[in-house]
């Protein structure tokens, strides 16, 4: 007996496509899977991988008899897609998602999803810079956070079944409330990622260093900035206008520590440099041992290269 018998996976990126192909591998998991997307670019690339059973060429459709429904496009599709979706959604069903905020998520989905149908919003902590249909593969959850959001009436069932979702395909599951996962992945995530694409950006626009010598002389840090800068803007793009209290939040405290260490440059002060890196290096350890990075040397690329 599987899980869902049909689920239904709207938008075939690097997340959905990473799904479909981790329930092909895994089993178990469901009879059936459609899938949907709008990009044409993407339609021939996904037929030819065959990841998933039928490519619906009709939105509302995709969704009929489906049990579980997720959403893994950019957060500012949500409500238009839901409001497409709402009367093809089978009673009973559950409707959940993949974006990196939770907050506003049922914001968008709840006004126009019936009531019979449960909404239960996650967030896989997965990912690379990389995006499409062809970027996806199956162990990409392994050993890593899906974060779950349920609302304080969620059905206990659905969640327990969506928890063991996530579970099958490799993740570790943590129960969240939305607000407070947005405030830790506004730092973890969001921030990081918005720091990226200023640095990249003021380099690109230097006056006095031209583009050429940016690109010929990067240095480990800047070239690990472009990678993260290089993440779909479409999806970023609606991240920090949909997380923006959480975000500016954090971008106040990341100021104030910044001009903290301007201080500590400017006054020669050696002492609260160093126990700053002291501190910030102990982090990457940390991280190491919790198993979300491999001690790998230069980020286990080819020394030769």
Do not use: C
């Not at 989905?109 to 996806?136: C, F, N, R, Y």
């Not at 830790?184 to 640095?199: E, F, Q």
């Amino acid at each position: 007996m599987t899980l869902y018998n049909q689920i239904t996976i709207i938008g075939l990126g690097l997340i959905g496509s990473s799904i479909a192909r981790g329930i092909k591998e895994v089993g178990g998991i469901t009879n059936r899977i459609i899938g949907y997307d709008n990009n044409p670019e993407y339609i021939n690339a996904i037929n030819e991988l065959g990841f998933v059973d039928e490519l619906s060429p009709d939105l509302a459709h995709s969704v009929i008899g489906s049990d579980l429904v997720i959403l893994a496009t950019p957060v500012g599709t949500y409500s238009s897609i839901a409001k497409t979706i709402a009367q093809k959604l089978a009673p009973g069903a559950t409707l959940s998602d993949v974006g990196s905020i939770k907050g506003a998520v049922l914001g968008m989905l709840k006004p126009h999803i019936p009531d019979e149908v449960h909404i239960i919003p996650a967030h896989p902590v997965a990912g690379t810079e990389q995006s499409g249909p062809t970027a996806g593969y199956a162990s990409l959850f392994h050993d890593r956070w899906s974060i779950i959001t349920p609302a304080e009436n969620t059905d206990k069932e659905a969640l327990n079944r969506l928890s063991k979702f996530w579970e099958m395909l490799g993740s570790n599951v943590e129960i969240m409330d939305a607000d407070h996962h947005d405030k830790v992945l506004a730092i973890t995530s969001h921030v990081p990622h918005l720091i990226a694409y200023n640095i990249v950006g003021t380099a690109r626009d230097l006056e006095e260093v031209t583009k050429s010598e940016v690109i010929k002389f990067s240095a480990g840090g800047f070239r690990d900035f472009t990678r993260i800068a290089a993440s779909n803007p479409t999806m970023w793009r609606d991240v920090f206008l949909n997380n923006k209290e959480a975000v500016l939040e954090m971008l106040g405290r990341f100021s104030e520590d910044l001009s903290a260490l301007q201080r500590a440059i400017r006054w020669d002060d050696g002492d609260a440099l160093y126990d700053m890196f002291v501190k910030t290096r102990q982090i990457r350890k940390q991280i190491i041992d919790a198993g979300q990075e491999d001690n790998i040397i230069n980020f286990g690329r080819d020394l030769d290269d």
